[in-house]
């Protein structure tokens, strides 16, 4: 039989990317949210969480306006000479990054949080300037959960449809993730491929979120132990 | 460990002024504290003392002023980063980093000072405080007592210019407290470099201070050198079960036959148990007040063997009004500078005897502690 794999890679190449892309853009927010006092934090939390509630197809559509040939990020880049993002695989990690943002600030929010004060103040005083502490005291202490970020992120990433299929439609190699892919086989009743693709997602599901308890419980344990003394 | 080295000149004291408000507690302190050996921050809970501490320390960034041998760490124009201060804390918890093994602890703050700035060097630390054993293990693995040392030795490898103590024994045990107290007391010989130790225990303060100040309500009651000021009379510290006085004693004689030795002061001086002290050595003495009674007539029909002439100064009430506090001085009449020592006895003896300042008494001294 001919397994078309195409979507998978695709799907992988998305996840990946946008990961990473969001490790990097979710750290200072998160890092800023779990330090700040100042009045904005409440509101560009609900930002960071809307993504959570907000149906996949009103931000695909929103996000659809916006990059598209008439929106003001749209005219940006085909002024810049990028083209237009929407049914390209760059707009679809735009819009994953987006997606997927709260998932990835929300578990590292909550790992610099409990953090706590107290060993940020002993590195100060042991001559660590704010850049270092946080390289060398709060990154590694958050190591658990920046492990749950990305997991979260990635898995979340390839999951996604709605958002895809209303910026990305469904070009082979470009835009036809996964999630789509399946939705085809359904739509034209090869149920045989969908079989395989859906039933490698549970298995991947499940060894995926299984891995990271493992995982996590043995970080938990062995930081909290030594921790908060 | 090689004692750190002033440079060249006298250091200064540290000078410092702070004034604020931490929700409805205020802290108003104006300080000049020794430029040597240990100062006692003592207070109860509530007094402001930690606050204080954070406060020198810049992890509280109030309004006030504050310089260090000669250096501004902060003023009304500039405020000096924590981690640019040449200082060190101890924390009360010992607050190891749980991510790195022992020495990667110690070595912390040791790699992130200017090579050429430090004056105790790795090997030293560990030496002195015995971690050679304890490098390679994870801090969840160390006992409470074993933890703080570590604490103590990654302060003391930033070379600091100044040390700042809050209340490092209090989290720890009986068993753990006794492991550290030693290293606490050679610090004097180690370092020539100010410490400011926090503490809401006095027999900590007896035993490692050389100037008390006394904070109650964020202000600075007392500040001044630990006997004199811990024979005050007009200070909270009386109210304290455990009020007295230290008196700074050279051993004079031994009686081997009994296994005691006198220890002289001014005024005065006071048979103790013999535990191996040589002659001529300084030590300190602790006589609480409870242990000791005042008597007219020297008394030699009864156990008490430490009797001492002595005036009385000032009676004061204490706490409950059956108690009072009498502050007498020993050998005010004959020597030059007289010892002060209290005494704890009930209204009605004192009224019995008819004490008055300037009354002649004899001092009957129960149960004196040596602290070397």
């Known amino acids: 039989m001919d397994f078309d794999w195409e979507p998978v890679f695709l799907t992988l190449k998305l996840a990946s990317v946008t990961t990473l892309i969001l490790l990097l853009v979710g750290t200072p927010i998160a890092w800023w949210l779990a330090r700040t006092r100042h009045w904005s934090k409440q509101p560009v939390a609900a930002l960071v969480a809307l993504p959570l509630v907000l149906p996949p197809t009103v931000l695909g559509f929103y996000l659809l306006l916006l990059l598209g040939p008439n929106g003001p990020v749209g005219q940006l880049t085909d002024s810049l000479g990028l083209g237009t993002l929407p049914f390209t695989f760059p707009g679809l990690v735009v819009a994953s990054v987006i997606y997927s943002l709260p998932f990835v600030v929300q578990p590292l929010h909550n790992a610099f949080e409990a953090l706590g004060d107290r060993m940020l103040e002993v590195a100060s005083t042991l001559r660590a300037s704010p850049l270092d502490r946080f390289f060398s005291v709060a990154l590694p202490l958050a190591r658990p959960g920046f492990l749950t970020a990305s997991v979260l992120g990635f898995a979340h990433t390839v999951g996604e449809f709605g958002v895809v299929l209303m910026i990305g439609g469904n070009i082979p190699g470009e835009t036809k993730v996964l999630s789509v892919a399946l939705y085809d086989h359904v739509e034209t009743l090869n149920y045989e491929q969908a079989h395989l693709l859906s039933g490698g997602m549970l298995a991947f599901a499940f060894v995926v979120v299984l891995t990271l308890y493992l995982v996590n419980g043995r970080l938990n344990g062995r930081l909290n132990r030594g921790g908060r003394r | ?372």
Request: aromatic fraction near 6%; glycine fraction near 6%.
């Open chain 2, 1 to 372: 460990m090689s004692p750190v080295e002033s440079h060249g000149t006298d250091p200064l004291p540290i000078e410092l002024q702070f004034r604020t408000a931490f929700g409805d507690f205020n802290l108003d302190v104006e300080l000049q504290l020794p430029a040597r050996g240990i100062t006692a921050l003592f207070g109860h809970s509530g007094s402001g003392k930690t606050s204080l501490l954070r406060c020198i320390a810049g992890l509280e960034q109030v309004d006030g002023r504050l310089s260090v041998n000669g250096q501004c760490w902060q003023d009304a124009g500039q405020f000096l980063p924590v981690h640019q201060r040449p200082l060190a804390y101890v924390f009360q918890e010992a607050s190891l980093f749980p991510h790195l093994s022992v020495r990667r602890n110690l070595e912390y703050g040791y790699r992130r000072i200017d090579p050429a700035s430090r004056k105790i060097e790795f090997s030293q630390a560990v030496e002195w405080l015995g971690l050679e054993p304890l490098l390679e293990r994870s801090p969840d693995t160390l006992s409470g007592g074993e933890r703080q040392r570590v604490a103590i030795g990654r302060a003391l490898l930033t070379s600091p210019e100044l040390l700042l103590m809050d209340e490092p024994l209090s989290a720890l045990d009986l068993k753990s407290k006794r492991e550290i107290l030693p290293y606490l007391e050679q610090l004097h010989e180690k370092l020539s470099i100010p410490v400011l130790y926090v503490t809401h225990a006095l027999d900590e303060v007896a035993r490692l201070a050389d100037h008390l100040v006394v904070l109650e309500k964020g202000r600075a009651l007392a500040s001044g050198a630990l006997t004199e000021t811990l024979a005050r009379l007009d200070l909270p510290i009386r109210q304290d079960e455990d009020a007295g006085v230290v008196i700074n004693a050279t051993i004079a004689e031994k009686d081997s036959d009994w296994h005691l030795a006198r220890a002289e002061f001014d005024g005065g001086s006071i048979w103790v148990k013999d535990s191996g002290l040589a002659l001529g050595k300084a030590v300190r003495l602790r006589v609480l007040a409870r242990d000791v009674s005042l008597a007219q007539q020297p008394h030699h029909d009864q156990s008490i063997q430490n009797l001492l002439p002595a005036q009385v100064r000032e009676i004061v009430s204490n706490d409950h009004p059956a108690v009072v506090l009498v502050r007498a001085e020993a050998g005010a009449d004959t020597a030059v500078t007289a010892t002060s020592l209290l005494a704890r006895l009930t209204a009605r003896s004192a009224a019995a005897m008819q004490l008055a300042p300037g009354s002649p008494v004899w001092l009957q001294i129960k149960s004196v502690a040596v602290l070397e």
